[in-house]
């Protein structure tokens, strides 16, 4: 089992649409990071948390440390959200990372 | 402010050639971490090097890579007699300080092809 499980593997959304992908994890954690890498390849870093909540534009990630659980929430999706969306947690100073969410959003 | 910047984006190597992927901070950034992401696979944690200094190597093979992060010039990820099994993509990241107080700023990685 992975350390880092990410739930959907695929996900296909209308344009407007309200996304959720989310990540479980069982190793204990110092923070989580949501990372957006494009298709040509590129890798952001959208968000660090370690506790609650936090929103950046459209996008919001939420994290519970009781549940070992964390999302990241897109509202109003748009094509250019198209991406893979990769959670990953930091684990004595090094990230281990979950296999991603492959989002693909219609216009 | 530059971002991270890698080189080269691309590289061709037959096996048993050695490859050598550089990757240049940002600057003021003194931690730098390799990741290596193989085909259809996820990133996978290689290195994590302070200036001069190698912190957490565990994710890297023992034989054939080495790292390096010199107190002047970029970090070198460096692969001896490249096999097949080594094309991936490589992607270099940094922060300013350690993992867990800063964001990691991701280089757009250097795609190595082993013929």
């Known amino acids: 089992k992975n350390e880092v499980e990410q739930s959907p593997q695929n996900l296909t959304a209308q344009e407007g649409e309200f996304i959720t992908i989310n990540c479980s994890y069982s190793?204990?954690?110092?923070?989580l990071h949501w990372l957006q890498q494009h298709p040509g390849g590129g890798i952001v870093s959208l968000f660090m948390?370690?506790?609650g909540k936090k929103k950046h534009g459209r996008l919001i990630a939420t994290i519970n440390i009781q549940e070992k659980h964390s999302s990241l929430h897109i509202t109003a999706s748009h094509p250019r959200d198209s991406a893979v969306y990769i959670c990953?947690?930091?684990?004595?100073?090094?990230?281990?990372f979950g296999t991603g969410t492959r989002l693909q959003v219609f216009p | 402010n530059a971002g991270v910047m890698q080189n080269p984006r691309h590289l061709v190597r037959r096996r048993g050639q050695e490859a050598r992927l550089r990757c240049s901070p940002m600057?003021?950034?003194?931690?730098v971490y390799w990741y290596r992401q193989l085909p259809e696979e996820g990133l996978k944690f290689m290195v994590y090097?302070?200036?001069?200094?190698?912190?957490?190597e565990s994710g890297m093979p023992k034989e054939r890579f080495s790292a390096e992060f010199p107190k002047e010039g970029p970090s070198i990820l460096r692969i001896q007699q490249v096999v097949r099994g080594d094309s991936a993509a490589y992607f270099c990241?940094?922060?300013?300080?350690?993992?867990?107080?800063?964001?990691?700023?991701f280089g757009a990685g250097t795609r190595l092809s082993v013929l």
């Open positions: 600057k003021g950034h003194s931690h």
């Open positions: 990241a940094s922060s300013w300080d350690g993992l867990a107080k800063n964001i990691q700023y």
């Open positions: 990953a947690v930091d684990n004595t100073d090094k990230l281990i």
């Open positions: 190793v204990g954690i110092s923070a």
């Open positions: 948390l370690s506790s």
């Open positions: 090097l302070q200036k001069e200094n190698i912190i957490d």
